[in-house]
């Protein structure tokens, strides 16, 4: 996968991307990124990249000219890149967009700044319009790393273990279950005898249960578009007893 990203502030991303599970993913040529800083592409000679908006108002806007020749300079070889701008007003970001993300051969982020983008850029341009929550951050930045990382760990061979990624919480629509390690007794807080047991079926139930468990309790919502199997329900109604 490539990913490009455009932005105004490229040092941001130096820490976030030369760590971790990013880092490896690179090393691994699984994902390569790219950070560009779009005010290279500005035709002016004070490579300005904003300007007052028509009709008044406070703040600045983003021109769409420097955005526009960046992504045309950057999609010459790849004319089907997703170019995703990162604003309040996109669809919420859930983990059944960044599978759907992770799909694709080619992401460009485009971050923005001041008070918004020229209307154009959104109509004209991208092809997804993404906020990562119902709260405002200074600019896209922090939201596309935030997308980039929940991409970039989908990718084949990128996670240690493959069953990492489709167990995680929200991959299997509910949240993960509890986990523990050693040591079995710590401070008088113990581990449940079902995970010390060795019987995988049981393990497997108990995980089961204790997901629906904890998705009832603090994501009630996931559970509106939940199938939910037979065993499943019967749980939930033990629950919801439990609640009363």
């Not at 991303?13 to 994902?31: D, H, P, W, Y």
């Not at 950057?74 to 599978?99: D, V």
Request: net charge negative.
């Amino acid at each position: 996968m490539k990913i490009d990203i455009l932005t105004l502030f490229p040092n941001m991303f130096a820490g976030v991307f030369n760590e971790s599970i990013l880092k490896k993913a690179q090393e691994k040529r699984a994902v390569a990124i790219n950070v560009v800083n779009f005010r290279e592409f500005a035709d002016n000679k004070h490579q300005t990249v904003d300007d007052y908006p028509y009709g008044g108002g406070a703040g600045m806007v983003l021109k769409p000219q420097p955005i526009f020749d960046a992504v045309a300079h950057l999609t010459q070889h790849s004319p089907n890149a997703r170019i995703i701008l990162l604003c309040p007003q996109g669809e919420r970001y859930t983990q059944r967009k960044a599978e759907e993300l992770a799909k694709e051969s080619h992401l460009i982020f485009v971050c923005g700044h001041y008070e918004g983008y020229d209307e154009r850029i959104r109509e004209h341009l991208v092809t997804d319009e993404i906020s990562i929550g119902d709260f405002v951050l200074t600019g896209g930045e922090l939201g596309a790393m935030v997308i980039v990382d929940s991409v970039v760990r989908l990718l084949p061979g990128v996670l240690g273990n493959e069953a990492s990624s489709v167990h995680d919480s929200y991959s299997s629509g509910l949240l993960e279950h509890p986990h523990y390690t050693r040591p079995a007794d710590f401070r008088g807080f113990k581990v449940p005898e079902v995970l010390l047991s060795g019987n995988h079926r049981l393990i497997e139930e108990w995980r089961q249960k204790e997901s629906l468990r904890r998705t009832f309790l603090r994501r009630p919502d996931l559970l509106e578009a939940y199938e939910l199997t037979e065993q499943q329900k019967k749980w939930l109604e033990e629950f919801q007893k439990n609640e009363r």
